[in-house]
């Protein structure tokens, strides 16, 4: 009896571990909502202006951002956290805008479609404003 009750043991761990490693897996493999690439549609200020968003597991956000302001190029990264659909998170620039400082905060929503995201952007010397991304493609035609 003792080895059947061992055996049993180790084919329940077996099929436990299994479970957990394959509810990892699946986490993994299915992309957050808001991952992808997205059209920065603010303002006519700002061309060619598309962002990348990308969610782990966990919530963890990491954001780069490529623009054109009235023509200048920069860069801009962020890191911060999702969460049920709000993204916020710390942004530093990599070329300043006159009047505005390299490091701030935006806040974003993601629309009920899941094609929008809208918020606001909040820099160090206390300059606010809107912010808009327009999903590139539908959810449904990401691959």
Known sequence: MFNISLRLHFILVF????C??????FAQSTPHIVNG???????T???????IFS??????????????YNGI???????GFCSH?????????????????????HVLTLSEDGNTLRGYYKDEKGNTGPLVFKRL???GNQK
Request: aromatic fraction near 8%; glycine fraction near 8%.
């Open 137 to 139: 493609r539908p959810l």
């Open 45 to 51: 200020a700002f061309t060619n202006a598309y962002a």
């Open 85 to 105: 659909g709000t993204l916020n998170y710390d942004a530093i620039v990599t070329k300043g805008i006159p009047g505005w400082s390299l490091k701030g905060q």
């Open 73 to 79: 190029p920069m860069v801009e990264k962020g890191i």
């Open 37 to 43: 690439i997205w059209a920065d549609s603010n303002s």
């Open 55 to 68: 969610v782990d597991e966990h919530g963890k956000l990491a954001m780069t951002h490529y623009l054109e």
């Open 15 to 18: 099929i436990l571990v299994m």
């Open 20 to 25: 957990v490693l394959q509810s990892k897996v």
